[in-house]
C-alpha cells in the first residue's frame, strides 16, 4: 500500500487496507440499485417507462455480474471470493451480502426470462442461426404457449419478482456504508448515511439509464420519446437533490462540530479538496442540467448533449461520493488527530489500470447480453 | 401454466444444486475448506476466523515461567535478570511445551530484533530502545554478532 503520513498523530498500525477497487464496488451496486428502481418505477407507478423496461433489465445484468469482480482482485486468495456465496451465514456483516445478491441475481434473471418469453419463443422458430436458435430453444423449456392467458400470468409473475427484487436492490445497497461504517470514524459513523447513499445510488441508475436509452436508440435506430427522458431526468433529478443535500449538511456539520474531528476539516481542505470539489459543483452543475433537460422535454425538444453531459457528471459525482467515503474514512486516523494520504498505484492488482479494466467490464458484457435480448426490434439496427 | 412450472422446476434444481455444493464442501472439513461456517443460520461458530487461526488453536500450547528454565539455565536467568532483557524467556524462544525433550528454536535474523526496537510513530526511547539508524547499524550482520542477547548491553 502507498501510505505516507501527512499530518497529525497517527497510530503506528494505520494503514489504507481498501483502494480504488473498493470504491468500485459499492459504486457498482448503488448503479444496481438505481437501475432497478426505475424499473420498478415503470412496472408499478409510470407506464410512459414501459418502452424502457426492456433495456433497463438486460443493462442491469452485466452490472451485477461485474459486481464481483472488484471483490475477486482485492482479495489476495481468489477463492474467498466466491466462499461469501457459498457460506450463508448471519454472524458476519459481508457475508449476509451473499444472500442478498444471490436473491437480486435470481431474482433479475427470472424477471429477464418472463420478460423475453414471448421474445425468445418467437425466435426460437424463426432463427436462422442455428447455435442462437439451439440457444433459444433450450431457453424456452419447451413451452411455447403465448397465449393471452399465458402472457398475463407473466405479467403478475414479474410484478412480484420486482418486488422482491426491488427489496434485494435496497439491501445491496447497504454495502455502500458498510465500508464506512466499519471504520467508524465520525464522519461516516451517522444515521444519516445509508439514506443518503440509497439516494445517491438512485441517482446514479437514473443517469446510467439516461445514457444507456441515448446509446441504444442510437445504435438500433429508435425515435427517443421526450417525455421518457423527462420522467427519467426528474426522478434523477430528486434523488441527486436528496443525496447532495443530505450528504452536504454531514460534512458541513463536522466541519462546524470542530471539537468532534479536527481531521475532518484538515482532510477536507487537503487531501479529500479535489473529490469534494468535485461532489459539490458536480452536483450543481448536474441538478441544473437535468432541470433544463427537462423543461426542455417538456416542449418536446431533446437536447442530446445535456442528457449526456447531465448523465456523465452525476456518474462521475456519485463516483467521487463512494470515494469520499470509502477512502476519507480511512485517511482518518482513529486517533481523530491526524491523517493519512492514499495514491493508488498505477500498476497491479489494485492498481488504476485494473480499477479501470472493472469499470469498462459492463460495457464489454453489454453488447453481448443485447446481442442474445435485444431490447428493440432487430430488423430496424440492420436498416440503420 | 406449464411454462412457470418448468421455471420453478429449473429454479428448485439451481437451489439443490447451491445446497448440495454449500453442505458438499463443509462436508469436506476445515483442511479442504478453510473458514466455512461451523453453524449454519446461527450466530455459534468460529466464522471470520482465519484457516491459520484454527490450526493454531487445535494446536497444544504448553507455557511455562521463567522459574520453569532458570531450573537448568541458571546462568542465564542470572545475567538476563540484571538488564531490561529480564521479560519472558518465551517471548523470543517460543512456547516451552515439552522443551528438554524437544528443542527449541529462535529467530536470530535481524528483522526479529527490529520487530521491537524499529523506530516507528509512537514507540518511544523512554519505553524501549528505539535504533533510529536501524538502516545502517551495523549493516549486513546479525544483531547477536556483537550483542548478546541476554544482556544486550556493553558494560
Redesign the interface.
Known amino acids: 500500500m502507498t501510505t505516507t ?1 501527512v499530518e497529525g ?4 498500525n494505520h494503514e489504507v487496507f481498501w483502494g480504488v477497487l473498493i470504491v468500485i464496488y459499492p459504486y457498482f451496486v448503488s448503479i444496481i440499485t438505481g437501475m432497478v428502481t426505475v424499473y420498478a418505477i415503470a412496472e408499478f407507478w409510470r407506464k410512459e417507462l414501459k418502452d424502457i423496461e426492456k433495456l433497463v433489465v438486460i443493462s442491469s445484468l452485466p452490472f451485477v455480474l461485474s459486481a464481483l469482480l472488484p471483490l475477486l482482485l482485492d482479495l489476495g486468495q481468489p477463492q ?1 471470493a466466491f ?1 461469501i456465496y ?7 456483516v459481508m ?1 449476509v451480502f451473499g444472500i442478498v445478491y ?1 436473491t437480486e441475481l ?1 431474482t433479475l434473471l ?1 424477471e429477464m ?2 420478460l423475453f ?1 414471448v421474445d425468445i419463443v418467437r425466435m426460437a422458430q424463426t432463427e436462422s442461426n442455428k447455435l442462437l436458435r439451439l440457444l433459444y430453444r433450450i431457453l ?4 411455447y ?1 403465448i397465449s393471452e392467458k ?1 402472457i398475463k ?1 407473466d405479467k403478475k ?1 414479474i410484478k412480484i419478482l420486482t418486488g422482491i427484487e426491488l427489496i434485494a436492490a435496497w439491501c445491496l445497497s447497504y454495502v455502500s456504508f458498510l465500508f464506512g461504517v466499519v471504520k467508524s470514524n465520525p464522519w461516516w459513523n451517522t444515521t444519516i448515511l445509508p439514506v443518503s447513499f440509497v439516494f445517491g445510488g438512485l441517482a446514479a441508475g437514473g443517469a446510467m439509464v439516461l445514457l444507456l436509452y441515448l446509446a441504444f436508440t442510437r445504435a438500433y435506430g429508435i425515435e427517443r420519446k421526450p417525455n421518457i427522458i423527462s420522467t427519467v431526468a426528474n426522478y434523477a433529478f430528486y434523488f441527486m437533490l436528496a443525496a447532495f443535500a443530505l450528504e452536504t449538511i454531514n460534512t458541513i456539520l463536522y466541519a462546524y462540530k470542530e471539537d468532534i474531528a479536527w481531521a475532518v476539516i484538515k482532510l477536507a481542505s487537503t487531501e479529500l479538496a479535489v473529490p469534494l470539489a468535485i461532489q459539490v459543483i458536480g452536483s450543481l452543475e448536474a441538478l441544473l442540467f437535468l432541470k433544463y433537460v427537462c423543461y426542455r422535454c417538456n416542449l418536446g425538444k431533446i437536447d442530446t448533449p445535456f442528457i449526456a453531459i447531465a448523465s456523465v457528471t452525476i456518474l462521475v459525482v456519485v463516483f467521487a461520493m463512494r470515494w469520499n467515503m470509502v477512502i476519507g474514512a480511512q485517511l482518518i486516523d482513529y486517533s481523530l488527530r491526524g491523517f493519512v494520504s492514499y495514491t493508488p498505484p498505477l500498476w497491479g492488482r489494485e492498481g488504476l489500470i485494473a480499477a479501470l479494466g472493472v469499470l469498462v467490464a459492463p460495457f464489454i458484457m453489454l453488447p453481448v447480453v443485447a446481442y442474445i435480448f435485444p431490447p428493440y426490434e432487430r430488423k430496424l439496427r440492420a436498416g440503420l | ?4 412450472r ?2 420453478l422446476v ?2 428448485i434444481n ?1 437451489l439443490i444444486i ?1 445446497i448440495v ?2 453442505f458438499g ?1 463443509k462436508g469436506l472439513g476445515e483442511e479442504v475448506y478453510p ?3 461451523d453453524k ?6 468460529i ?2 476466523t482465519s484457516g491459520e487461526q484454527k490450526e493454531i488453536i487445535k494446536k497444544p500450547v504448553h507455557a511455562e515461567g521463567r522459574e520453569y528454565c532458570s531450573k537448568c539455565h541458571e546462568e542465564i536467568y542470572r545475567k538476563s535478570d540484571q538488564g531490561k532483557h529480564n521479560f519472558d524467556c518465551q517471548t523470543c524462544h517460543g512456547a516451552a511445551s515439552d522443551h528438554p525433550k524437544m528443542r527449541l528454536k529462535v529467530d536470530s535474523s535481524r528483522e526479529f530484533c527490529l520487530g521491537c526496537h524499529k523506530a ?4 518511544d526511547n523512554e519505553t524501549i530502545r528505539v535504533l533510529h539508524n536501524w538502516e545502517n547499524h551495523g549493516k549486513d550482520r546479525v544483531c547477536t554478532a556483537c550483542h548478546d542477547p541476554h544482556h544486550p548491553w556493553f558494560d
Open positions: 503520513v498523530f497517527v497510530y503506528p474467498r466462499e457459498l457460506t450463508p451465514n448471519f454472524s458476519s457475508a444471490l435470481f427470472g426470462w418472463f418469453r424456452t423449456l419447451g413451452v404457449d399465458a400470468l409473475i | 401454466m406449464k411454462h412457470v418448468r421455471a429449473v429454479f439451481i447451491l455444493v454449500i464442501i473458514a466455512i461456517a449454519l443460520f446461527g450466530v455459534e461458530g466464522y471470520g516507528t510513530i509512537g514507540r
